[in-house]
């Protein structure tokens, strides 16, 4: 243990027993000591100040502190006395909580521990160079931040103190919030003995990010577990208000293996939270008040792009020291712009969840959405809601429902454990709604902004969390599956099998799947999804007859300055999470292959699409880059790719032209992506083409050429080849796959491939639903096959199989 300047080494019985320790004399082996919040800002203060991470300065009363005031106030008795009633049943909860929470607020300090803190604080000035200080008083039990346990916000904090005595004041409040109800309920639930814990008091400098902005952050993204993301939630003002969840943050999640290149900014997520309101100083007996934010706050965002990287370094410095993911609260100072890390304990949950099994939840015959916000965990419920506008109602709460209400802190506790499900108004990914649900492993949806005006009492709702980032509240009972994915089983294969990803909101749950890397990506699914507007409506956006459109498009792209960049970026960014679901695997993104029916659904997309009676044969694809009806829009495609892979760093984008109908029109779309710095093989870039036109097939040497290879589409090339509308109900008997016709033209461009050197997969259906045509395609030596994620073990299994059979 280290000893300030000055003084004289102490022995560990003799640091013990001193009411008062310095964050750099304690570690994060102190938890006795200090608790896990006090020693782990020693640790952070000793170990990891040389690296560039800032904690502001403070110091910590120590447990011997805390029992030298019980013990000076004659308390060991009387707190027994309460604490073996309510063993008993002769006391309430409440009963219990309220009384002794009296005794200790009642009490006086011990001459040596109260002259030690104000000794203490004035050092703390001297150094700060402040005649009076603001600090934050945090408690920080002998029993919190242990890898199975957050304690998440189960004793109190207190922000902008100043002076001795309101210090001790606060000092008082904190050891008697040691015996709030939740506090009680918790430990008895975890099962820590009430009388053996301690409270240790961190006393810490206040960063002025009342003037600035605060929040979390986790070194492990919160509901999948994926290892390789930060989650940084941010609001404006003191961090209170996210760690309660009364507000809806932004929210960032940026990638870690990527940050170590300080040209990269691997930002894979941006969203701007509402941020309605934030908490600042105040003076008088509340210390702190909440104030509405201003407009151009609310249409901000609290962290730029370098700050928010930064954090996430940082983040990156830390879990390396503790070497388990973490979870962090930092500040940003208002006045000086610098920011800090306020605390740091183990995160709790996803790090200790399984890898080896994951379950998965499908939902089927749901009524209509009633509600969205945030997705918590990825289970899905149904029940009955049970609303609960005001903490002096919790009493009335239904066991087995579903928790609905405005935002909970840590006095809802005993409820969350009887819920079903959880929602609320308000709140982000780190608010303690989301972090107490996924401790309990209930699923909940947070931030959804109007959740207890929408849905009622008792009525009948499926909650799902199931289907990505956002969850969704459906009218009535829907059926709900649950399946078992057993990763631990799963065969080694020559044969490489890959996943098909649309969805960037979903794609970080398939983390675990060993996947050899995702075989397509379709471009047009993040535009419709995310996007949501025609990019020739944004590139013309000043001669737009749609007024409604237009006001569309100026609520979406607000922010920026150029309105094309908004389409570039939402689709980059997109684009980036499924990419860093498999990195450094190879991710092959489809170019968009809308028809013109579906580019005319688009925001704005009518005035610049073509009315066809078979969109299906007409106006898309390949056909659409080079032509001055699309290729404006098409550069914009090209634009976001180089941004996935040159500013945000996944070099591990290929990307694939779709329905290419010769090769003169190759020739063409290669031009013109050259022409927006898509240059094949510059920077290592591999351009594939869909093999889904009979004409790939006849020509598949020449097409081998100009591309780095082929996937097949199995569903357009048996459409063409039998000439049978894949969409047509009437002919539905004569589509298939298996078709004599079309394992011959499969056969062919396999066979044409291997010989061309070029790679060559299938991304379809076909191989999910017949392991036989899996074996067939084993057979003829295919690279690859491209599956759904609820495929992946069926058609792995097959896959081996075949090519044991075939030796």
Known sequence: MQNLPGESPQTPVEAAARPVMWFEEVGRGDVALVGGKNGSLGEMVQRLGARGIRVPPGFATTAAAFRGYVTENGLDAPIAERLAALADGRASLAETGAAIRALLLSGRFPAATRGAIAAAYRELCARTGKAEVDVAVRSSATAEDLPDASFAGQQETFLNIRGEAALLDACRRCYAS???????????????????????IGVQQMVRSDLGGSGVMFSIDTETGFPDAVVINAAWGLGENVVQGAVDPDEYQIFKPLLADPALRPIISRKRGEKAKKMIYAGGASPTRNVPTSKAERAGFVLSDAEALGLARWAVEIEKHYGCPMDMEWAKDGETGAMFIVQARPETVQSRRGAEAFRRYTVAGQGRTLVKGLAIGDAAVAGRVCLIEDPRDIDRFVEGSILVTGTTDPDWVPIMKKAAAIVTDHGGRTSHAAIVSREL??????????????LHDEEEVTISCAEGDEGLVYAGTAQIATETVDLAGLPQTRTEVMLNLANPAAALRWWRIPADGVGLARMEFVVSNHVRVHPMALVRYDTLKDEAARAEIAALTAGYADRTDYFVDTLATGLSRIAAAVYPKPVIVRMSDFKTNEYAGLVGGAEFEPAEENPMIGFRGAARYYSPRYREGFALECRAIRRLRDEIGFSNVVVMIPFCRSTAEADRVLAVMAENGLTRGDKGLKVFVMCEIPSNVVLAAQFAERFDGFSIGSNDLTQLTLGVDRDSG?????FDERDPAVKWMIASVISAAKAAGAKIGLCGQAPSDHPDFAAFLVECGIDSMSVSPDSFAAVKHAVAAAEAGGG
Do not use: C, M
Request: charged share 20%; aromatic share 8%.
């Open 730 to 734: 009437e002919l539905a008997d004569l």
């Open 441 to 454: 492993g209930l699923p909940a949806i947070v931030g959804t902004g109007n959740a207890t005006h929408l």
């Open 178 to 200: 040691l015996f709030t109800d939740r506090a009680i309920s918790y430990r008895q639930a975890k099962g820590f003995d009430h009388r053996a814990v301690a409270l240790s």
